[in-house]
């Protein structure tokens, strides 16, 4: 028997990385999943992926920085498989890169809708669905770049810091209707996101990524999944309002971490789009 097993999800950011991975593994479990993402190739390689895990998957071309799009996800959710359980707003991009003198405000507020407008949204429009079927499960990607200084980039840093605090705010909210809300802070894992803004790419990131923590590898996609499988099923039905920090390490901190951080590869400033645009 599946740990999802009758349980239906939209995932975001679902056609690589951390999203794909967690639908993946959300399909072996029993779940149906809707892949929301906007890239269509993607997500229809992603949805093939979760049907021979034994799951069943659509996919769903989804902007997130538009409102209805993420709503139309969700209603496809219902419409396709009856009911909606889980939500992982998941997707995500670097966005603004660069001093706090070289960003623009255009780019400072396009990476707000992404990495924040977004998750409200998801949430907001969750919630009623969640309701109807007695609970739920509403989960996040923030970061480790969210809980202190110099582990992201500014607007970055700032977006996943407000998506931590928004998770902790509505899940004090939301707890009288079964409703759970978490998010998740990744360290250094190795994804398209961030290995096509390294110079070298996945093996250079690979390498870099595996000195940076305690434990001396990379991070993968398949490390954040576990952690939102726990917090999307029963397992953790009296977890709500935490941000569940999956780094290797990373933030212990200490004169160990001290002396193995290595030099970080020198990344492009600007502003850093979805990982799937060249």
Not at 267 to 274: C, K, R, S, T, Y
Request: glycine share 14%; net charge neutral; with cysteine.
């Amino acid at each position: 028997m599946g740990k999802l097993d009758g349980k239906v999800a939209v995932i975001t950011g679902a056609a690589s990385g951390i999203g794909r991975a967690t639908a993946i593994r959300f399909a072996g479990e029993g779940a149906a999943v809707v892949i929301a993402d906007l890239n269509l190739e993607g997500g229809e390689s992603a949805v093939r992926d979760c049907r021979e895990n034994g799951g069943r998957a659509v996919f769903q071309k989804t902007d997130v920085s538009s409102e209805q799009e993420i709503k139309a996800a969700i209603d496809r959710a219902v419409r396709e498989f009856g009911r909606l359980d889980i939500i992982f707003n998941n997707a995500g991009l670097g966005g603004a890169v660069g001093t706090v003198e070289e960003i623009t405000v255009d780019n400072w507020d396009r990476t707000m809708v992404i990495l924040l407008r977004a998750v409200f949204v998801g949430i907001k429009y969750s919630v009623p669905e969640m309701r109807k079927v007695g609970g739920g499960s509403i989960i996040s990607t923030a970061s480790v770049a969210g809980l202190r200084g110099g582990a992201g980039p500014h607007a970055y840093s700032a977006a996943k810091a407000a998506v931590i605090n928004l998770t902790r705010s509505v899940a004090l909210e939301l707890g009288k209707d079964k409703i759970r809300v978490n998010c998740i802070c990744p360290g250094g894992i190795n994804t398209p996101l961030i290995s096509k803004r390294v110079p070298g790419g996945a093996p250079v990131a690979e390498q870099f990524l595996s000195q940076i923590q305690a434990i001396p590898r990379a991070g993968h996609p398949e490390d954040i999944a576990n952690m939102a499988l726990f917090l999307a099923g029963d397992d953790s039905e009296w977890v709500t309002g935490q941000a569940m920090v999956v780094d290797g390490g990373l933030t212990a901190g200490g004169s160990i971490f001290g002396q193995q951080r290595a030099a970080a590869p020198a990344i492009p400033g600007g502003f850093a789009g979805p990982s799937f645009e060249t």
